[in-house]
């Protein structure tokens, strides 16, 4: 496992091993992962090496209309743009995809059911052999292999991976776009401070999700956090924080002597009572239940 003293020189990974190390985002810009065979180079198909432009990929007018019709396809760096600014705070996906890469038509319909799902993120698809516009459009944004997954907040990148699947796609979406399930998103130490104040009384626990922005595992998580919050309401509370998201929250990463992630707190009655580190969710369940009394046997 990796300290907070070597994971500076390390950089991001959309597949990190099972306990990503802290310093492993902290490299000055995002980097890409190594391509995979779920993805092609955005300019080759089966009969030219070179990059051409063919006729969009994009169902019909009349089947997108009853199918797909929260995703909206960009066509322009200006309607681009212009998607990013309109939906300020909320998540954008974007999927750069080719009309010669069977992932992409794979992973497409998948895209569109979660659209009709999650209706507080937008979605957006890129075709980039459409036109040169389109091109130039993933040139911009440095998209050399497709299906490539863009994840936007305030126009700000806050995350992408390449080649990925069904899962891994709703399990991002969850992660970075959740706003509104019993999870309290905590983004600061003084937030930390409130949320304990509010349940010294009630003799809840506690169980505060710590990680960072591109930790594999965090996200691969995190979807079973969602699950035991609403499961176990009325004796539990749960709560994350991103610990890369500002210096307060750093600060209190530091303070709580967290240096792998994610990490697991226990607090209850104003006191951290344990921890548990790892993204092992029967480990997790089983960790939560032994702070709450119940006997476990492993």
């Given amino acids: ?17 099972k306990i990503n190390a802290l310093s492993s985002v902290f490299s000055s810009s995002l980097s890409f992962t190594k391509p995979r065979p779920l993805m ?10 070179s990059f051409t432009v063919k ?8 089947k997108k209309a009853e199918s797909d019709e929260r995703v909206k396809h960009v066509h322009s760096i200006e309607e681009f743009d212009e998607a990013l600014r309109t939906a300020k705070n909320k998540l954008v996906v ?27 993120v937008e979605f957006l698809l890129v075709m980039g052999d459409e036109s040169e516009k389109t091109r130039e459009l993933c040139q911009r944004e440095n998209i050399d292999q497709v299906p490539h997954f863009s994840f936007y907040k305030n126009k700000e990148k806050i995350h992408e991976e390449e080649g990925i699947g069904p899962d891994e796609l709703m399990g991002d979406v969850l992660y970075y776009g959740d706003n509104h399930s019993a999870v309290v998103q905590l983004h600061s130490g003084e937030d930390v401070e409130r949320l304990i104040q509010d349940h010294k009384a009630d003799n809840k626990l506690i169980v505060l999700d710590v990680g960072l922005k ?14 035991l919050s609403r499961q176990m309401t009325d004796t539990v509370v749960f709560a994350r924080m991103n610990g890369d998201e500002n210096d307060s929250c750093m600060k209190f990463l530091k303070e709580m002597d967290v240096v792998e992630v994610p990490t697991f707190l226990f607090i209850r009655d104003g006191e951290i ?6 993204s092992g969710k029967g480990e997790l369940i089983g960790e939560i239940l032994r702070y709450q009394g119940v006997r476990v046997t492993y």
Wanted: proline content about 10%; charged content about 15%; overall charge positive.
């Fill in 214 to 227: 591109h930790c594999g595992p965090c996200v691969k998580v995190y979807p079973t956090v969602i699950k």
């Fill in 40 to 49: 092609m180079k955005l300019g080759t198909s089966r009969s030219t090496n």
């Fill in 1 to 17: 496992m990796a300290t907070i003293a070597n994971f500076l020189s390390k950089p991001p990974s959309s597949l990190p091993p």
């Fill in 273 to 278: 009572c344990g921890r548990y580190v790892g």
């Fill in 94 to 120: 974007v999927e750069f995809g080719a009309s010669h890469s069977i992932h992409s038509k794979k992973i497409y319909p998948f895209m569109v059911d979660l659209s009709r799902q999650c209706s507080d």
């Fill in 55 to 62: 006729a969009t990929a994009a169902p019909s007018k009349t």
